[in-house]
């Protein structure tokens, strides 16, 4: 059964940091590009952060870069997404998802079809 459960969201104030954890199980992640998500109240979901299964490339939207990292470690299964310099504009909904190795991470992150499995989703919080 394929499952993956989310954790790490809460409260903060801008400027702060989070680290949101994505736990897989049932599968392997090598086999899939790993993206993050969110999604705000009113709005659409969007790809935020997203990494490759296979060499390790990285996709970061712009509203986003050089504030959030992703990572994996395939050891214990597991992607993170660091956030730093949060700002209230990042409060929303925060999922991880799998989707097979079918084209680029970078294309992929662009949106949410390609992405088969999800988690349940963790609140991200970012106000004074």
């Known amino acids: 059964q394929v499952q993956l459960v989310e954790s790490g969201g809460g409260l903060v104030q801008p400027g702060g940091s989070l680290r949101l954890s994505c736990a897989a199980s049932?599968?392997?992640?090598?086999?899939?590009?790993i993206g993050w998500f969110r999604q705000a109240p009113g709005k659409e979901r969007e790809g935020v952060s997203c990494i490759s299964s296979n060499d390790g490339s990285t996709y970061h939207a712009d509203s986003v870069k050089g504030r959030f990292t992703i990572s994996r470690d395939n050891a214990k299964n597991t992607v993170y997404l660091q956030m730093n310099s949060l700002k209230p504009e990042d409060t929303a909904v925060y999922y991880c998802?799998?989707?097979?190795?079918?084209?680029?991470?970078?294309?992929?992150?662009?949106?949410?079809?390609?992405?088969?499995?999800w988690g349940q989703g963790t609140q991200v919080t970012v106000s004074s």
């Open positions: 998802a799998a989707g097979l190795r079918i084209a680029t991470v970078q294309a992929m992150c662009l949106t949410t079809i390609f992405f088969g499995s």
């Open positions: 049932g599968f392997t992640l090598d086999d899939y590009h």
